[in-house]
């Protein structure tokens, strides 16, 4: 089957600890992002990448990292320096960044602060 | 000017009624309207969408009515069934920005 697949669905950080959240996709996708879900708030752009080692901020990008060394790849970081971590995180793939492209999303990842 | 205002925020509706959520947006740049369809714990999944050269797409149940002038785009839910409680998301993007700009979701709830 094709998709992107999101591990882990639930994850726990301690206050000062970097936590990375896995995106793997078998959709051949050049382009990938990552959303925050917040209730009430939508969707809000984190980073995203057009191709291989390449990727640029979105709206939200302070305290979190990503990199890109493999198509079918794109890890996020959420490091200490993000006050407010808990939320729904969202991975996506579409076929390029192009107009009216579809944008495909994994099953999420809800982080918790302990 | 990126954003897009999505109302209301929470809707219930009955079995067989017609669901409707609105949404405005200010860049005139805007070329592309989907509407995305999110159940509880899963991402968001493509439902509809709408180029600003059409007024109107219906696909099933579901219908885009497009406003260019009011820079308004609705989604109607025909016959609305308790299968169709879910969060729906209005979403804009132009042909000359890498991104699309969600709007902040509205929580359907179908009453049997």
């Known amino acids: 089957d094709g998709g992107i697949t999101q591990s882990p669905k639930y994850l726990f950080r301690k206050e000062g600890q970097n936590v990375t959240l896995s995106c793997e996709q078998n959709?051949?996708?050049?382009?990938m992002y990552w959303y925050r879900q917040d209730p009430g708030q939508g969707l809000r752009l984190i980073y995203y990448s057009q191709i291989v080692n390449d990727f640029q901020k979105g709206d939200i990008a302070e305290g979190y990292s990503v990199s890109r060394e493999k198509k079918e790849s794109f890890p996020l970081t959420v490091t200490s320096a993000q006050k407010n971590p808990t939320a729904f995180y969202l991975c996506?793939?579409?076929?390029?960044?192009?107009?009216?492209?579809?944008?495909?999303f994994g099953s999420g990842t809800q982080l918790s602060v302990l | 000017q990126q954003q897009v205002k999505q109302s209301p925020q929470s809707l219930i509706v009955q079995k067989g009624g017609i669901s409707i959520i609105n949404c405005a947006y200010e860049n005139t740049a805007f070329d592309y309207f989907p509407w995305y369809q999110q159940f509880p714990g899963k991402g968001p999944a493509l439902l509809i969408a709408i180029r600003p050269d059409v007024s109107e797409k219906k696909e099933g149940r579901f219908t885009i009515s497009f406003n260019k002038s009011a820079k308004q785009f609705s989604l109607h839910i025909m016959d609305s069934q308790p299968g169709d409680s879910a969060t729906y998301f209005c979403a804009a993007s132009s042909s000359s920005a890498s991104k699309i700009i969600f709007g902040s979701g509205t929580r359907l709830s179908i009453r049997p």
């Open positions: 959709l051949n996708h050049d382009a």
């Open positions: 996506a793939s579409s076929r390029s960044t192009g107009w009216g492209e579809k944008l495909f």
